[in-house]
């Protein structure tokens, strides 16, 4: 009997001793006090732009003055910025080059979109990505130079220009 009010006594005492020692330390630990303010702080957007880091030495950032910044865009009639260079000519990709239909319900983009690039079921496509998928068909892929020649390949095949 004797032993075991000696097992309990030393439990006991361990028990208080250790919520004393807890108590002590929770007791020296400061909670943060909130900054005196009329309006509370709103939370910071963690998706918020973040400013860009500074450019590393010897570089410039844009030049407003720069006269390409201001040139015009567009597919045939783009601005051009250019020095000891002169322009000749523009050449329009070949008719069997072009996708050539603004519709997207048109055979020819079903039929790049099926044996060109692989899609098993157009249909369930939206009208407009359909477009956008089966210009990618009419891309140029691949770019070669040989002599005085230029050698440009898509999915469709390969154009030759003499250059």
């Known amino acids: 009997m004797n032993r075991v009010r000696t097992l309990t006594f030393g439990l006991v005492t361990s028990i208080i001793f250790c919520s004393c020692f807890a108590a002590k330390t929770l007791a020296q630990t ?22 860009a880091p ?16 201001k040139l015009s865009p567009g597919v045939y009639d783009a601005g051009e910025a250019a020095m ?22 048109d055979p020819k983009v079903n039929k790049t979109l099926t044996t060109v690039l692989g899609v098993s079921n157009p249909s369930k496509l939206p009208s407009a990505m359909k477009l956008v998928f089966a210009g990618l068909g009419f891309a140029t892929s691949d770019l070669a130079f040989q002599g005085n020649h ?7 095949g390969v154009n030759i220009y003499d250059i």
């Open 30 to 51: 400061p909670s943060p006090t909130p900054a005196p303010s009329a309006t509370p702080a709103a939370p910071q957007n963690p998706f918020a732009p973040q400013p």
């Open 54 to 69: 500074p450019l590393p030495a010897g570089m410039t950032g844009s030049d407003a003055s720069d006269p390409r910044a």
């Open 84 to 105: 000891g260079l002169k322009h000749l000519t523009l050449l329009k990709k070949p008719d069997a080059f072009d996708l050539g239909s603004n519709d997207p319900n």
């Open 150 to 156: 230029l050698f440009l390949g898509n999915f469709y």
